[in-house]
């Protein structure tokens, strides 16, 4: 019997031993019959999802579930599935403000001409690439809007409300679309908040950055990048961050983190923002603003409000008056709860402060009420002693049990819980085994516990170390992964280094990615969010993993917040046919009554209602408060403008329509779990897509060609989507693979856009030739270009800036961007290469010969410095230098002249002819190495990079070096250095980011200036000429290069990047090895040592 088969068996033998109750006659029916086990049997209480909501408030000791049948499916135009119901029913071209229903009567026109008069064209999109791109979120739900506008600020939010009340338009805000519960999309408008230059990013950090003002474009992980760079540079003694830490808080938003009321890990119920809130700005949907820091403002509000103000009032009397609904709200909000509204806002705070209540129920409700539009936070130490201790149980219960332990008798600070499937993922982690080796062959329901202590200083964590582990000993547990082989809890120390701790969570937070990219093809990731009492959470876990496991979910993980009683079900779920839309069906139904009326949890913990778990608000809070929430929304916006759908929705079955299909499109990207985490990387994410929607615009064109009889209206869109495709997706992807960095399945983009363009290559046999011929005579290219520079250099200064400008503009669109636009930092021709003497004294060991092989790209070998820079050295002559400096003896590759890394036919596809100069130089490079004994240094990051990518020979791999990796390891101990500038800007580039160099680059700038400033910028977009031939792209990106006043140099490792950085920043970027070489002398040589060798 497999390993497999054998975990599942012994799985289902624990099962029924822990689930006592729990039976099942389901395979095939719609009828389930749940048992509680903990409960002595009772009344069978018959219950549909209508009635549940009764029975919410009550403990539910038997419940026989009358799941929904689906009796059909259809597939709309962008291949979103529905279960057709009878809310179905379409009348083609009628308005009715539902999903699917949202027709053209004239109101999108008149919404578009109205808000022509202040949004330009080139921010409203309504092609089939970019409506379909924005109609992705990390959802499984898809709705395609009919328009996409791209707000760049409060002004203009606020002329656009109005317009769209007015006229009945339905309107979604999008902040970084992370969402997972389809609250971000639309079949209407669109409002995508512009995160471009200063757009929606303002912040304002106060006094000792105990409290921060912020706006809604800013990522969750940058204002925390603020605050800790504001404690640096006022030297204060506490470093603050948000309180708030969704695991996505690297890619969400501010708009997003406030309207879903995220959390995460550590900030448990108390640091959320509806806890850690102080102040909001609001753009109400008649365009009023209510700034709650003003006392003026709040006043004024007050008064034109009056109707809300009274309302709200009003309703939080009736709710402070029932005893009944305030315990159920405050037990709601106990733990861990975003499924409807912020009902708690009712009870938190007096009726006489209605400011306050208003302020609170905006917070969770994903953007239903109105617009966030500043927020400030009281924000929360970042306590530098930290320490994790991976603790692992032979069962769920102990694990919860001690998770329960720990929320009541310490002040833990975080406990993750892992179930045995996620113990599973963990051990193909070799780092995870070699901390945690018992993970390996743990019994079949074995869980685990990640428990992080935190201290203000080294007593104070010691002291909650203790504290911990001693519950756990007083409580009794078992410990160890195998129930016959009991461990002692010293055998999981806490671990103080980070490099371990990083460990632990690092694995944790990987764990929905890995499930993700674990999933069959064509199937999407699915993460429901859901909490209960902790003192419950065995139960309820256990009934859902033999719920999972009934269904057929086999590769289902169950992990979360265990202080809290959030757990995330992690599983893969296709949307291809009926029978799968049914089997999501009946789940959803019985998880839903699982978790909220028989354990009395929250369907949704940290996640937001969205559509998926709208049509259970009611099951979850029970009638009353229900709709007790409906009145709140028609108080905040009556015409049902603001993302309608969402959060509430009439329509039981909304959870069942419009999901998202995940066609196979290619392995390289078929992991994609749309999440989204990879946009803020990309340098054409502000003209063109981002990689997230470079994929699902992909996938979108691989489903219409799968289509086996397409109708005329698919053909059409077919061909409109792959022709803007080509521009869109193809010709303004850098193919940096920027992205890759930033996403949990390591996706790289740019290969697949590498792909498509080499697909189109090899049907283009001219094209595929003349790049051939062009890569076997390269040293024609090698030696022209130079000369071409040069006149273009003299042709500047006879005929100035505009007429090049203007020519190269022509004939760029003219040859359709074959042809590069020239801008002034353009550099002049590259001097020739001049083989170098052997230095003249070197004091070395003969066993340590100071020998290096030098490779200059072609890049360099060609383009010397802009003109309009002081310095007239080409880069080798800067490094020649340094080399002579520290006694180093140089070998040049022989053939060097007609060397290329092979990385320019690469990117643009040209794969046979990228190949032979690849392989070409490997030889080389191998002779001139001595078979890889010597260092060789390739001057630029990129070729360097490219060089690694493809070659074979393994000895090759140790003896490649970047300058700057060089130059720390061998050079900065054999010179002298001193500070020769106040203040220098570097860029580094996104190979060298790759390679994981950044720290080095800093470190090297930093000995040669007293200050150095990061550009800031992922990628400049240039990626080789690409920039040049599209020069919007390096517009785009580089249009947030914002470098100090003071600052007059900036310096990199790619001849390419730097003059594209030039021109945008108006200062020359010239290479590292430039500052360096004016930095430095030789070392004198040291007597003693010299005489020694
Ligand atoms: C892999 C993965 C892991 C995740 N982990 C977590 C986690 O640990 N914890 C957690 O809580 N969430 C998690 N999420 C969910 C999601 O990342 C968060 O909810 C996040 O805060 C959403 O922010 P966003 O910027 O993407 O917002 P969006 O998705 O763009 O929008 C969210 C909602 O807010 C509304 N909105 C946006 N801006 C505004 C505004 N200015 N004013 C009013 N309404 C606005 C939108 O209309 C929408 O309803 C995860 C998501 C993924 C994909
Ligand atoms: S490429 Fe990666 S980061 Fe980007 S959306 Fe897909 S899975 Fe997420
Ligand atoms: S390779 Fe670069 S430009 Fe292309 S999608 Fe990735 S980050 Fe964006």
Redesign the pocket.
């Given at each position: 019997m497999g390993r497999g088969k054998k975990a599942i068996q012994l799985l289902g033998q624990q099962l029924q031993r822990y689930a006592l109750g729990v039976k099942s006659n389901a395979k095939n029916s719609s009828e389930i019959l749940v048992k509680d086990s903990q409960i002595s049997q009772s009344a069978l209480v018959h219950q549909t999802r209508g009635n549940a909501a009764v029975a919410a408030t009550q403990v539910a000791t038997q419940t026989k579930l009358q799941t929904s049948a689906v009796p059909a499916v259809s597939t709309d135009i962008y291949g979103a599935i529905s279960a057709i119901t009878e809310g179905s029913k379409v009348e083609e071209g009628v308005f009715k403000n539902m999903d699917g229903h949202r027709f053209e009567d004239g109101r999108y026109k008149e919404f578009t001409n109205e808000i022509s008069s202040f949004i330009p064209k080139e921010r409203q999109y309504t092609d089939a690439v970019r409506t379909f791109a924005y109609g992705t979120?990390?959802s499984f739900y898809r709705l395609n809007p009919k328009m996409v506008v791209k707000v760049h600020n409060e002004a203009e939010l606020r002329r656009i409300l109005p317009i769209a009340k007015k006229l009945g338009v339905p309107i979604?805000?999008?902040?970084?679309?992370?969402?997972?519960s389809g609250?971000?999309i639309t079949d209407s408008v669109l409002l995508k908040?512009s995160h471009t230059g200063k757009n929606?990013r303002n912040y304002e950090v106060h006094g000792d950055g105990s409290q921060i003002t912020v706006e809604?474009g800013l990522?969750?992980g940058e204002v925390n990048r603020i605050l800790a760079a504001h404690q640096k540079k006022h030297k204060l003694p506490v470093q603050y961050k948000i309180g708030?830490?969704?695991?996505?808080?690297d890619?969400?938003?501010?708009?997003?983190?406030?309207?879903?009321?995220?959390?995460?890990?550590c900030c448990g119920v108390s640091q959320n923002t509806y806890h850690t809130l102080k102040d909001m700005r609001i753009?109400l949907v008649d365009g009023t603003v209510l700034d709650t820091a003003d006392p003026i403002s709040c006043q004024s509000f007050m008064k034109s409000h009056k109707k809300l103000v009274d309302g709200v009032v009003g309703l939080a009397i009736r709710v402070q008056s029932d005893k009944e609904l305030t315990a159920l709200i405050r037990r709601k909000f106990a733990i861990k709860c975003?499924t409807g509204y912020s009902l708690n806002a009712l009870v938190d705070f007096p009726v006489d402060n209605p400011i306050e209540i208003i302020k609170h129920l905006?917070i969770g409700?994903?953007?239903?009420?109105?617009?966030?539009?500043r927020a400030t936070y009281n924000t929360v130490p970042e306590w530098p002693n930290k320490a994790s201790a991976f603790i692992v149980f032979p069962d769920v219960r102990a694990a919860c049990k001690g998770a329960s332990v720990l929320r009541n008798e310490t002040s833990v600070d975080a406990v993750e819980l892992f179930d045995r499937a996620s113990l599973r993922e963990c051990e193909a982690n070799e780092d995870m085994v070699r901390l945690v080796p018992c993970i390996k062959g743990a019994d079949p329901m074995a869980a685990a516990l990640l428990i992080e202590c935190r201290g203000q200083d080294p007593a104070a964590l010691e002291e909650r170390m203790v504290e911990v582990q001693r519950a756990l000993v007083e409580a009794g547990l078992p410990f160890g992964a195998k129930a016959s082989q009991p461990q002692d809890i010293t055998t999981y120390p806490f671990h103080h280094e980070q490099k371990n701790w990083k460990i632990f969570w690092d694995v944790r937070k990987g764990l929905?990615?890995i499930v993700?990219a674990a999933r069959e093809p064509g199937t999407s990731m699915l993460?429901e969010?859901v909490a209960c009492p902790v003192d419950k959470l065995a139960d309820m876990m256990i009934d859902l993993i033999e719920m999972f496991q009934r269904y057929g979910y086999n590769d289902a993980s169950c992990f979360g917040h265990a202080l809290e009683g959030n757990l995330?079900l992690v599983f893969a779920q296709g949307f291809r046919n009926k029978e799968e839309v049914q089997r999501f069906s009946d789940m959803m139904e019985e998880m839903c009554h699982i978790v909220a009326t028989k354990h009395s949890g929250s369907l949704k913990?940290?996640?937001?209602t969205?559509r998926n778990v709208a049509p259970f608000v009611e099951m979850e809070w029970g009638t009353k408060a229900y709709n007790l929430m409906w009145e709140l929304k028609e108080m905040f916006d009556p015409s049902y403008v603001l993302?309608p759908g969402?959060v509430l929705n009439r329509d039981p079955d909304a959870h069942i329509k419009f999901l998202k299909p995940s066609p196979v499109a290619s392995p390289i990207v078929n992991r994609c779990?749309?999440?989204?985490?990879c946009e803020s990387n990309c340098p054409s994410r502000d003209v063109t897509l981002t990689p997230r929607q470079r994929i699902t615009v992909f996938r979108e064109i691989n489903r219409l060609q799968q289509i086996s009889d397409p109708t005329a209206e698919e053909k059409l869109r077919l061909k409109e989507i792959s022709t803007k495709y080509e521009y869109d997706g193809q010709d303004t992807c850098a193919a940096d693979g920027m992205c890759q960095e930033k996403c949990?399945v390591k996706i790289n983009t740019g290969d697949l856009i590498k792909h498509i363009r080499s697909e189109e290559m090899s049907q283009a046999p001219r094209s595929s030739a003349a790049a051939k011929w062009l890569a076997d005579n390269f040293t024609l290219v090698n030696n022209n270009v130079p000369r071409l520079l040069n006149f273009v250099h003299f042709a500047h200064r006879v005929l100035g800036a505009t007429p090049l400008q203007m020519i190269s503009s022509w004939m760029n669109q003219a040859t359709n961007h074959a042809v590069p636009v020239w801008n002034p930092y353009l550099p002049k021709g590259s001097a020739p290469l001049k083989v170098p003497e052997p230095p003249a004294v070197v004091a070395v060991s003969p066993a340590l010969p100071r020998k290096v092989v030098y490779m200059p790209s072609c890049v360099t070998r060609m383009m010397g410095p802009s003109g309009s820079d002081t310095e007239t050295a080409s880069v080798h002559e800067k490094l020649m230098s340094l080399f002579s400096k520290a006694g180093y003896e140089v070998i040049i590759p022989k053939s060097v002249g007609s060397l290329c890394c092979g990385m320019m036919f690469n990117s643009r596809g040209f794969k046979d002819a990228a190949a032979s100069k690849g392989a070409e130089l490997e030889k080389e490079l191998l002779e001139a190495s001595e078979g890889g004994k010597l260092p060789i240094v390739v001057d630029t990051s990129p070729c360097l990079s490219q060089v690694k990518s493809q070659i074979s020979e393994p000895q090759l791999r140790f003896a490649l070096y970047e300058p700057v990796e060089f130059i720390r390891h061998f050079l900065v101990d054999k010179l002298e250095f001193k500070k020769v500038r106040d203040v220098v800007a570097v860029h580094v580039p996104c190979s060298s980011k790759k390679m994981g160099i950044e720290d080095a680059f800093t470190k090297l700038a930093g000995l040669c200036a007293n200050e150095v400033v990061h550009s800031g910028i992922p990628c400049c977009g240039m990626a080789g000429d690409r920039g040049m031939r599209f020069p919007e792209l390096t517009g785009a990106s580089l249009q947030h290069l914002n470098l100090p006043k003071d600052c007059k140099d900036g310096y990199s490792t790619s001849r390419t990047c730097e003059m594209s950085l030039s021109n945008h920043s108006g200062i020359n970027f010239r290479g590292l090895v430039y500052l360096v070489d004016e930095a430095t002398q030789a070392k004198k040589p040291n007597v003693t040592a010299a005489s020694r060798s």
């Open positions: 979120d990390a979604t805000f999008r902040a970084a679309g992370t969402s997972l609250q971000a908040l929606f809604p990522i969750g708030p830490d969704p695991s996505s808080i890619s969400c938003m501010i708009g997003g983190i406030v309207a879903n009321n995220s959390s995460g890990m753009v975003t905006m409700s994903e953007g239903t009420f109105g617009f966030v539009s929905i990615p993700g993460i969010d995330h913990g940290e996640h937001g969205g993302n969402v779990i749309e999440c989204g985490f949990p």
